[in-house]
């Protein structure tokens, strides 16, 4: 076990709980808990939507995919810069201006209960229970995440490894909410950033530069090279193409993204933080992938026994303990980046859509906050208890997860905001019928069921959404 790696890793926990301590002081009701009062502003928004969006993935299942791949991870990251512009031009202002007109909703099952004048809770409870069940699974993968990190960096077994890490996130989240999430969020996506283009850049000119890093790809397996090529020369097909280009569309229904949208202090700084989120993401993604394109001038494909653990790796090897454990504490920002938000939102549907919506009407704001810490306390046990199986893989979960989440969300929400035909119905019919559909598709092999699953979800959520609005406008007629 490194010193330097110890002393900068335990420096950083300090500095997070240290803001979560701050937040609480900040946080006085559940509209503080859950959304900051609204009082983000461009830059916080920005790089707290962005670093939440990333997680342990972008350190690790990324440069995973690219190490064992190639350059066909660029039709991955490609994909998902282009979701996020198009979710922050086409989604960002409309929800922030929607959900304040709408009651000052604060979660995105209160927007949708709002805007179709649900007195049923039908709609509410439908969306509130989706994101319990996809959240549950997405904070199970940051677990797995921080239980390989700390396995990786301290040399301690797997299961107390996901509890160390599982306990680190749930402090400040616990304590700060929406405050301490988005505040450690911006200091962790800078932290992110610095090390996906430090250690690329670092590794890459020391093996000789772009040249060899090259040479190293074609000696290892010459299909590396072809982005329309899998591993061991196999075409890529349309199946496969689709399916990487297809992460961009999740963007639109991820309610830890979302919620960033709804936070801002001022619809008219949107412009300029999506600037500042494009230009984050860009550049995190080509480090990612870099990454994981020099790896194999430093550990040859077969030789890390587990791909994701490649830029864990590839740091130690290539830089000095105590720059590599402020690099491998971007790994552990990044985790803890989207773990805590998924951890409020999900206590946000256990406390604002079930307690408050059907339990306890009139309960106190003070009530309502201590409801959504002790629900964040729920959601963090059973992630942890999942996240026990070290044969996890991080971008195998994560997937699973954001295709729930954009089917669901996605189509249901881009025509609440731009088709006022839209009902209830319609509504109600779209997310059921899309996260069904990702869970059936799951299931199914070969062929185009190999296709990834959020596109048929989106395709059929959006089939549903206009049937079924059709045909209740159709019936109100009558």
Known sequence: MDTGIVVAFLFYLVTMAGIGLVAYTRTRDLADYLLGGRRLGRWVTALSAEASDMSGWLLLGLPGLAYSSGLQSLWLAGGLLAGTWLNWRFMARRLRVATQACGDALTLPDYLAQRFGDDSHALRLLAAVIILVFFTIYTTSGLVAGGKL?????????????????GVILLYTFLGGFFAVCWTDLVQGLLMVLALVVVPLVAILDQGGPAAMMHHLAAVDPALLDPLSGKGGAPLGLVGLLSLLGWGLGYFG?????????????????????RIAVGWVCLSLAGAVLVGLAAPGYLP???TGDAEKVFLQLVRLVFHPWIAGILLAAVLAAIMSTADSQLLVASSA???????????PAASPRELMWVGRLAVLLVAALATWLALDRNSRVLDVVAYAWAGFGAAFGPTLLLALYWPGMTRAGAFTGMLVGGVTVVVWKSL???LFDLYEIIPGMLAATAAILLASLAERRLSRR
């Open 150 to 166: 700390f396995t990786t960096v301290f040399g301690i077994d797997y299961p107390l490894a996901v509890l160390a890490g599982g």
């Open 254 to 274: 991820q309610p830890h993204i979302l919620a960033r949208f709804m936070a801002i202090r001022d619809p008219a700084e949107i412009g300029s933080a999506r």
């Open 301 to 303: 494909p077969g030789t």
């Open 350 to 360: 256990l406390a604002d859509d079930f307690y408050k919506a059907l339990l306890r």
């Open 445 to 447: 092999h070969g062929g």
